[in-house]
């Protein structure tokens, strides 16, 4: 059975890794290469690294320490940031990583995403979506969220866009869910559970997780196919290890560790 | 020596890391009489059948790999263009001809409400099959999947996964071996698979 994606999410900004909360305020926690090896070997089940502010300050993701994530990580892993045409997304994943994420660059030119399907396949493409919901207009999209002072809503609705990008050839989508990012509250299961609704590719919930219940309670209530979190994984409120432990003794479908990886584990220790 | 053929694989660095830890010589070579001449062969793929092939015939590769008596992996679309036919081609045309060295097809995984395609993730792999290379314990597994397509089940098939139906993952025939994940990206599982066929 295909198991349910634990994804630690790396906000760059700078050569380093950071988090913020609802979207500002951003905190150091450490370098790349670093944190990407403490998370394979914690049990991640793939990594996406978010330059935060490439789109907003207008260039792309730089890809020296894309190649040597390549030559260090053996799981898949993601890169976001600043990619706006086939020739950036080219270089991205020449440099090793799996799949590229747009997020406001698509927003802006829509057809970069069938472009992009074209040029590589749509296993990929994914698509990031920061949605926020008001009273007064429901769920809405956003981009420039890495920027507080450039940040700007789009014309179409969240699932709108939702539909409009897998129609375009997005192989995945990431739905952020801004009004519970960074709060550890849990994730917006009810936004979630609508976009699976609409969704026939992978959906990996954003925003929110607190506690190894939010991850439990998003996979048995939205179906989602994975889900994302920084803050409780780069504070280590929340080991990744742990949280599998937990999910699976729920009877969710989860990967193990490799039975390689218990065997040389108890090589070293004889 | 292990061959790499890079024609339809945009991403070597991690197949490359993986050779490197279990200490195997490698090259990156499109020269059909490197190829032919190298100890194991590794064909990559990744991207949409039809150009892969035109790719492969472009570079005039096609009759090479078909004619490979070495052990010769195909991973993921590599593993797919190994068989007759697939029907990963351009919209509303015809399936598009493959190497045609394992007599099967390549078709789409059929769409069913409340599934998610691609086949993307962490899946588990379970025998179906005797191989030489592994024990049937030892291949039992998580492995990471990324496909749409899915390779036609016969007697090449030794072991396979669970996607709403029974999905190829290793499949043996003659020389040929194919894996429909990525054992490059699929941790320490991965890597003892490749070294059960490389080493």
Known sequence: MLSKRIIPCLDVKAGTVVKGVNFRQHREVGGILDLARYYTEEGADELVFYDITASAEGRRVTTDWISKLAKVLDIPFCVAGGIRSVEDANEVLRAGADKISVNSPAIKDPDL?????????????VVGIDSHWSEEHGYESYRNTGIPELMSKQEKSTFDWLVEVQERGAGEIVLNCMGSDGTKDGYDCKQLAKARSLCGVPLIASGGAGCA???????????????????????KTLRIGALKKYLASRNLPIRKESKWETKQLQTFKA | MITIIPTVGSNLNSICSALDRLELTWQISEDPKEITNSEKVILPGVGHAETAMAKLKAKGLEETV???SQLTLGICLGMQLLFEESEESDEGAMPVRCLSIIPGRVKEIAFKPGMSLPHMGWNQVKPAGNSAHWQAEDVEDYYYFVHGYYCENGPWVKAVTDYVEAIPAIVEYKNFVGMQFHPEKSSTAGLELLRSYLS
């Open chain 2, 66 to 68: 078909r004619s490979l």
């Open chain 1, 113 to 125: 995403i069938n472009r992009l399907a074209k040029a590589f396949g749509r296993q990929c493409v």
């Open chain 1, 213 to 235: 219940e939010d991850f439990y309670e998003v996979f048995t209530k939205t179906q989602v196919d994975g889900a994302l979190a920084a803050s409780i994984f780069h504070n």
